[in-house]
């Protein structure tokens, strides 16, 4: 098959881009259908967490049948406790635990210029003689203070710190590399 330019109106070339502007046409035309369809049926609500830590929603935009806004409460207590973590500083069991810090805070610490620590996969324990504060680079630990039944999960992206005199059970299940700074 030869090419031919300009392309005559029998040539493939020719219905090739017919067919290529017309697909273009129409999804153009669809999309702007769609845009529409979504603002008329488009429902805002706005998201609080309520007293008893329960997630609630409310509805912006009144519906044609109600004068008054929904409120919706779903019972989903472990989303209370993700906004939590995202919002600042978590203390559990005595260890304050902040999921991604900002880069500037990191910067203000000073972080980048701490000594740095790593360990392989293991399990041992540790006494804290002065107030750690650290970030880990890499991995992942479980950290079960002395006395408690429950440990508190830390991992890359973490900046943590352990009180004075605590004494834990590390549980490295992926490889640690961290800064560190005592006080």
Known sequence: ?????????????????????????????????????????????????????????????????????????????????????????????????ERNPPESKLTELGVRKWPKWGCPPSKFPWTYSSKETCYLLEGKVKVTPEGANEAVEIGAGDLVVFPKGMSCTWDVSVAVDKHYNFE
């Open 1 to 97: 098959m030869r090419n031919e330019w300009p392309p005559t109106k029998f040539s493939p070339m020719y219905k090739a881009e017919e067919e290529r502007r017309r697909r273009y046409i129409k999804g153009k035309k669809r999309g702007k259908k769609k845009r529409k369809e979504k603002k008329k049926g488009e429902m805002a609500c706005s998201w609080a967490t309520s007293s008893n830590g329960l997630l609630t929603s409310r509805s912006l935009l009144k519906s044609p049948s109600r004068r008054r806004p929904k409120v919706r409460t779903l019972a989903f207590p472990s989303i209370r406790a993700s906004t939590e973590s995202m919002s600042g500083v978590v203390e559990k069991l005595g260890v304050k635990v």
